[in-house]
């Protein structure tokens, strides 16, 4: 079997470098190019390899001024594990009233990211 070359966009920076990894046989990056700077060799490294996602929603508020507030993960989640983590974030309510930063669920679905309310949102 023969190295599979991946095509990606760098995200990290605006530049959006068009960077190449060559993976083995083993599916191990074997080589980098297209990159300007370190950054864009360590994204593509872990995009090929572990993805991982910031999850951003909205969580049902009750008794707020909004009838929603929007949350976020407080950290990367593997990819493959969004779909869990969007299951566990439709389960959520809370009371108002919800403030910038209140942890809303701890470790979403397991995965080691608390959910953050994102905006602040004030009882009626």
Same mark, same amino acid.
């Given at each position: 079997?023969?190295?599979?070359?991946?095509?990606?966009?760098?995200?990290?920076?605006?530049?959006?470098?068009?960077?190449?990894?060559?993976?083995?046989?083993?599916?191990?990056?074997?080589?980098?190019?297209?990159?300007?700077? !370190?950054?864009?060799?360590?994204?593509?490294?872990?995009?090929?390899?572990? !993805?991982?996602?910031?999850?951003?929603?909205?969580?049902?508020?009750?008794?707020?001024?909004?009838?929603?507030?929007?949350?976020?993960?407080?950290?990367?989640? !593997?990819?493959?594990?969004?779909?869990?983590?969007?299951?566990?974030?439709?389960?959520?309510?809370?009371?108002? !009233?919800?403030?910038?930063?209140?942890?809303?669920?701890?470790?979403?679905?397991?995965?080691?990211?608390?959910?953050?309310?994102?905006?602040?949102?004030?009882?009626?």
């Amino acid at each position: 079997m023969a190295n599979q070359i991946r095509e990606l966009t760098c995200i990290r920076c605006p530049m959006g470098c068009q960077i190449q990894v060559t993976l083995n046989e083993e599916k191990e990056v074997v080589n980098i190019t297209g990159n300007t700077c !370190p950054r864009g060799a360590e994204y593509a490294a872990a995009e090929v390899t572990h !993805p991982m996602r910031t999850v951003t929603s909205t969580v049902k508020v009750i008794g707020g001024e909004l009838p929603v507030v929007s949350v976020k993960t407080a950290g990367d989640i !593997p990819k493959d594990g969004i779909m869990a983590c969007m299951a566990a974030i439709n389960q959520v309510q809370v009371k108002a !009233p919800v403030h910038i930063g209140d942890v809303l669920l701890e470790n979403a679905a397991g995965l080691g990211a608390d959910l953050v309310a994102t905006r602040d949102v004030e009882a009626i």
